[in-house]
């Protein structure tokens, strides 16, 4: 079965502030500042409703409409807004994962990002912002970090970001930002566009010796942490 993601396809050109082409004005303010956090069984049900709009509750969701996973994540939302230290797309990243990135977007642009599918799941800036579920996707993708390696465990994390990055000869924060995937693709000898497309993806799996399928999972994962293992550590 196909689906159709229940928001507007993004401007071109833009990389931060729309999931549903809702611009974004600033960080979200509630309540003179603060968001509520309800409890973790209560934003796991809204982002389940959500899902289950979006994309019939598939959270590896890839009908190649140009979004991806169960929130249905244009690529230049998802990586604007962090997604690229969990996975190159929404589908290869976890449910946790998913929800965390969506939750950013939910904080700046509030539950319009999701016009159709926030109303008929009643979605919230507070129900749909948890206490855990960020450290907890966040937890999971810093795992890959000791004495100085890099663990090779397919999680593309903080560390791992950080291993690119030290890499291609970028600033080490551990985020994947633009200016570090054009070096990346500087040191691939592809086309510096700062996104990771599908022709980035297959030349650095040709270089760490993985499968060249174009799709970044676990496997390529696991051979760029060996491979940086080998040339950075």
Same mark, same amino acid.
């Given at each position: ?18 999931? #549903?082409?809702?611009?974004?004005? @600033? ?8 968001? +509520? ?23 590896? !969701? /890839? ?6 996973? @169960? ?22 990243? =976890?449910?946790?994962?998913? !929800? #965390? !990135?969506? &939750?950013?977007?939910? &904080? ?15 979605? =919230?800036?507070? /129900?749909?912002?948890?206490? $855990?579920?960020?450290?907890?996707? *966040? ?8 004495? $100085? ?13 950080? $291993? ?8 080490? /924060?551990? +985020? %994947? ?7 990346? &693709?500087?040191? %691939? ?8 497309? =599908? ?5 650095? &799996?040709?270089? +760490? ?9 676990? /496997? =390529?994962?696991?051979?760029?942490? *060996? ?7």
């Amino acid at each position: 079965m196909s689906y159709s993601p229940k928001h507007a396809q993004p401007k071109a050109g833009i990389t931060r502030g729309r999931v #549903a082409g809702v611009a974004v004005a @600033g960080a979200a303010t509630v309540a003179g500042g603060l968001l +509520v956090a309800p409890s973790s069984a209560n934003a796991a049900t809204v982002w389940d409703r959500v899902a289950a709009c979006e994309s019939g509750g598939n959270w590896r !969701i /890839n009908t190649g409409n140009g979004f991806y996973g @169960g929130l249905q994540f244009h690529p230049r939302t998802w990586l604007g807004y962090g997604g690229g230290r969990y996975a190159a797309y929404a589908h290869q990243a =976890t449910k946790a994962q998913q !929800i #965390a !990135i969506a &939750q950013k977007v939910l &904080q700046a642009q509030g539950p319009g990002a999701w016009p159709v599918c926030s109303r008929r799941a009643g979605l =919230t800036r507070s /129900n749909g912002m948890v206490g $855990g579920t960020t450290a907890t996707a *966040s937890r999971s993708a810093t795992r890959t970090y000791t004495a $100085g390696r890099l663990v090779v465990d397919g999680v593309r994390g903080p560390a791992t970001n950080r $291993g690119i990055e030290k890499w291609v000869g970028t600033y080490q /924060n551990g +985020v %994947l930002g633009t200016s570090d995937i054009r070096a990346l &693709q500087r040191k %691939l000898g592809v086309a510096q566009t700062g996104y990771l497309n =599908t022709t980035t993806v297959k030349a650095l &799996q040709r270089r +760490v010796g993985s499968s060249a399928d174009g799709i970044w999972g676990p /496997n =390529t994962t696991r051979a760029l942490q *060996s491979y940086l293992n080998r040339v950075v550590y």
